[in-house]
Structure formats: C-alpha cells, structure tokens
C-alpha cells in the first residue's frame, strides 16, 4: 500500500477485533488498543494531558504486526507484561494478536505508514533484535513518563529513569520505527513516547479505527 500524502482517519464496521486485524493489518502496521483492564484504564486517563480537550485517550497499549504465520494466526511483536498461571512474560515478545479480543479492548487500531517490503524488514529485523536480546519491559521509566506530563518540556529530554536493555510498548514501537527514519513525535523523547503520541502522530498513514456502533 501506498503511503499517503497526510494523516488519513478511516472508521469501518468489523464483527470483532479478530475480523477487524485480519482484514485490515499487514506486516510492519502499528496496531493500537485500549483495554478495560484497571491498569489500562489508568494509562488512558494518565494520556489526558496529550488532548487539547483533555479527553481520556482510547489507547493504552502498542505494538507492530509481523503478519500471520504457518499457524495461520496473525502475530505481533511488542514489549508487555504478560502473566501466565505457568509464566510471566515482562519485556519483548512475540505473541499471537488474538489476546486483543474484543473483551477486554473494545478500542483498536491500525496504523498503515506505507512501508515497502524493505522497509518493513529492516523494522521487524530491529524488534526481532531487541527479543532475542531479552529486552525487558521498563516500569521504572514508565514512572518517568508520566512525570514528565506535568510539565511538556520535560518530554523532549532524555527519560530520567531510563534503563539499559528495558522499553515499554510505545517506546519500543518507536524505536524500531527509527530504523527506517519515520519519528512519530519529534518533540518527544523516544523513551517518553505513549500510545496517544502514535495516535495523534502527523506523519502521513492511514489509521483504520473500528467501530461498534
């Protein structure tokens, strides 16, 4: 798909979250959601300081789509805190994109930035990078980040807790995005990058949103 000229909004209709990324996410897209869960609901209200409205935002989480697989299910890359009855997850992983279901995440999204097949290698080729790596999931720059939304200024300097080998979601997305030169919010440092900063980003894409209602 070609890139467009500017950010471009499309709303389509789709029975469920699992309908909705089979038919509208591809290999090197962002895809974006917004969970019910408690600690969801507290990144969402966290972002209001990003709206001009001061509005909560739909999303709190993000990650990059691999594409499906020889199972045949759609996968994902991303940086998360998984738990498990047999095992946690806590930092880059690859899992199967139907843990998003419609439940728990009645807000999702897909950003299409109009990567070419090199261009989406040399992403997924980062993240890849970063899993084997072990990278791990950051909650002490996530602290960080939602310090820095009291005072804007702050988001342009480097995150004060910033680890080595650790990134939260959005951070991450951003980070293997670099590798290809697309910066989602230049103002902003990588590391203090939320999932609102993709949404509201003004690099031309396309993002489909679904729609319930």
């Known amino acids: 798909m070609a890139r467009p000229s500017s950010p471009r909004v499309v709303e389509v209709r789709a029975a469920s979250n699992a309908e909705f990324f089979a038919r509208h996410a591809r290999a090197g897209c962002v895809g974006l959601v917004g969970g019910d869960l408690a600690i969801d609901k507290a990144i969402r209200r966290a972002q209001r300081a990003l709206s001009q409205q001061h509005a909560v935002s739909r999303y709190s989480h993000a990650f990059v789509f691999v594409?499906?697989?020889?199972?045949?299910?759609?996968?994902?890359?991303?940086?998360?805190?998984?738990?498990?009855?047999?095992?946690?997850?806590?930092?880059?992983?690859?899992?199967?994109?139907?843990?998003?279901?419609?439940?728990?995440?009645?807000?999702?999204?897909?950003?299409?930035?109009?990567?070419?097949?090199?261009?989406?290698?040399?992403?997924?080729g980062v993240g890849l990078d970063l899993l084997a790596r072990r990278t791990q999931y950051s909650l002490r720059e996530l602290l960080a980040v939602y310090w820095s939304l009291k005072t804007p200024t702050r988001r342009q300097g480097a995150n004060a807790l910033a680890q080595e080998r650790a990134m939260f979601c959005s951070a991450f997305v951003q980070h293997v995005f670099l590798a290809v030169g697309l910066d989602f919010a230049p103002d902003v440092a990588t590391k203090l990058t939320l999932p609102e900063d993709l949404a509201q980003t003004r690099l031309p894409h396309t993002r489909t949103v679904r729609v319930t209602s």
């Open 67 to 124: 594409g499906p697989r020889e199972d045949g299910h759609l996968w994902a890359l991303e940086s998360d805190l998984d738990f498990h009855r047999e095992r946690v997850q806590l930092g880059v992983q690859e899992n199967r994109v139907e843990k998003y279901g419609d439940a728990d995440y009645p807000n999702v999204a897909v950003l299409d930035f109009g990567l070419s097949a090199a261009q989406t290698t040399a992403v997924l």
